[in-house]
């Protein structure tokens, strides 16, 4: 137990379909990360937020929509997605830092994996 | 734009046996680096920070060690177990979020 927890843990949806992954820490940080974890390549930083505000986005792209409405939670919004987009997405918080760097120590949730038909 | 490149891409060992796991990254300008453990079909747990001012840390059979200036980073397992097969990864923090490497996949053969 990591002190953040995403759900769902698995999810399998069509290219036309709408879906939305959440992420809650229960540490006090104030920095929220979503990566992304495909096979054969490292983890790619997808959103960060500070203070619940989003800094840094990394383009990518808009079928995927982040959100944050407190310092405890963050979601990933999904819509349109291709076959490409299955990963595992995971979800981390640290206690400082999240857009210029310098972060915490970084906690990671069990992550959802994500299957696009 | 920071690199992360660990070495070996995969390793196996018999149980027992005392091994070193390396991470190299191209700017040495980092604020830490981090160790995690990643289980098959999981997220990642972390295992040791180490602040750039430092040298190394340690936690039980684990120790890492820091060389800012030459870009390198090892993890020391000490007498290994089964239970230590996981794939682990190496991040650097700068001016920039979390840089990860790919990863060394370990298995430890009972």
């Known amino acids: 137990e990591t002190g953040v927890t995403q759900t769902p843990r698995h999810l399998v949806m069509g290219m036309t379909n709408k879906k939305s992954l959440k992420c809650e820490q229960h540490?006090?940080?104030?920095?929220m990360y979503w990566y992304k974890q495909s096979a054969k390549k490292p983890l790619e930083l997808m959103f960060v937020?500070?203070?619940?505000?989003?800094?840094e986005n990394n383009s990518v792209p808009s079928r995927f929509s982040p959100e944050c409405p407190n310092s405890s939670h963050l979601f990933l919004h999904l819509h349109t997605l291709q076959p490409e987009d299955s990963a595992l997405y995971l979800c981390a918080s640290s206690h400082t830092g999240g857009t210029g760097g310098r972060n915490g120590e970084l906690f990671f949730g069990e992550g959802s994996r994500l299957t696009v038909l | 734009k920071q690199e992360v490149t660990q070495i070996p891409a995969a390793l196996s060992v018999p149980e027992g046996e005392n091994l070193v796991l390396n991470c190299s990254f191209t700017?040495?300008?980092?604020?830490?680096l981090q160790w995690f453990r990643q289980d098959p079909g999981k997220g990642l747990t972390s295992l040791l920070l180490?602040?750039?001012?430092?040298r190394e840390q340690t936690s039980g059979r684990l120790n890492a060690s820091l060389d800012k200036s030459s870009g390198r980073s090892t993890l020391y397992i000490a007498a290994s177990q089964p239970g230590d097969s996981a794939t682990y990864l190496c991040?650097?923090?700068?001016?920039?979020?979390?840089?990860f490497g790919k990863g060394t996949r370990l298995s430890v053969i009972a």
């Open positions: 937020y500070s203070l619940e505000e989003r800094v």
């Open positions: 540490l006090g940080h104030n920095a």
């Open positions: 180490i602040q750039s001012s430092q």
């Open positions: 700017d040495s300008a980092i604020y830490n």
């Open positions: 991040a650097v923090s700068g001016n920039t979020p979390l840089v």
